[in-house]
């Protein structure tokens, strides 16, 4: 179960990571989006931002589905990491 858990917090560390270099990469607009690496970006990272797109529609063209989607990853992080001792698991 803890092996379970810790692949879990991992995964969300790696998402986070491919997020904030999606985030960053929208500040250059000379990006075609449409070439590889970033369209694997893209196909990995978007399905999850427009779920808060829907929610929280680009404002004054400023986008803050990923403020959201990062608190909604850091929340679920914290969550799984406290799950062990909740449970009454042992490192």
Same mark, same amino acid.
């Given at each position: 179960m803890y092996l379970l858990i810790s692949t879990l917090i991992t995964f969300i560390? #790696? @998402?986070q990571t491919l997020l904030i270099i999606r985030v960053l990469l929208t500040w250059f %607009?000379? #990006?075609?989006? @449409?070439?590889q690496p970033f369209a694997a970006l893209g196909q990995i990272t978007d399905p *999850? $931002?427009? +779920? *808060?797109?829907? #929610?929280i529609?680009? $404002?004054g063209g400023i986008d *803050? !589905?990923?403020? $959201? /989607?990062f608190l909604v990853l850091y929340l679920v992080s914290s969550l799984l990491s406290? $799950? %062990? !001792? /909740? #449970?009454? +698991?042992?490192y």
């Open positions: 560390s #790696i @998402y %607009p000379t #990006i075609n989006w @449409y070439n *999850f $931002l427009n +779920l *808060f797109r829907s #929610i529609p680009p $404002l *803050f !589905s990923p403020m $959201l /989607a406290g $799950l %062990p !001792s /909740a #449970i009454g +698991l042992r």
